[in-house]
């Protein structure tokens, strides 16, 4: 129990994260605006971003050309009515550290979507 208390006292490992993803968001979010739609979010550690085409297909696309990952908004909402809220969108989770983030997202922007 002493080092549980211990552990959830410390705030500083939280102030140093959120201080890497206030970093991260700096760094990719113009990156990716050069060729996604995407704001930051209030809070967050990734980022919603509208596709240009079907999202499973920019995710795959992606993927193959550039290889980096990311999720396809669809896989992440559940159809209602008809309509999937999170298709046409894709997560990008900025867990990787900030230089990474940094060319994960300029890889992002130079990406051609319709080239197959």
């Known amino acids: 129990q002493h080092a549980s208390i ?7 490992h ?3 994260n959120r201080r890497l993803y206030v970093e991260k968001f700096k760094a990719a979010v113009p990156l990716l605006k050069q060729a996604l739609e995407v704001e930051v979010p209030d809070a967050s550690f ?3 971003a509208k596709t240009p ?3 499973k297909l920019y995710a795959r696309r992606l993927y193959e050309k550039k290889g980096i990952t990311v999720l396809p908004g669809s896989f992440l909402g ?3 009515n008809g309509v999937n809220p999170g298709s046409g969108y894709i997560r990008i989770a900025l867990v990787a ?8 997202a300029k890889r992002i922007a130079e990406f051609d979507p319709f080239e197959e």
């Open 14 to 16: 939280v102030r140093e």
């Open 78 to 80: 559940r159809e209602v």
């Open 53 to 55: 085409i079907d999202d």
């Open 6 to 12: 211990a552990a959830w006292n410390d705030e500083e």
């Open 97 to 104: 550290t900030v230089p990474e983030v940094t060319e994960a």
């Open 46 to 48: 990734y980022l919603w």
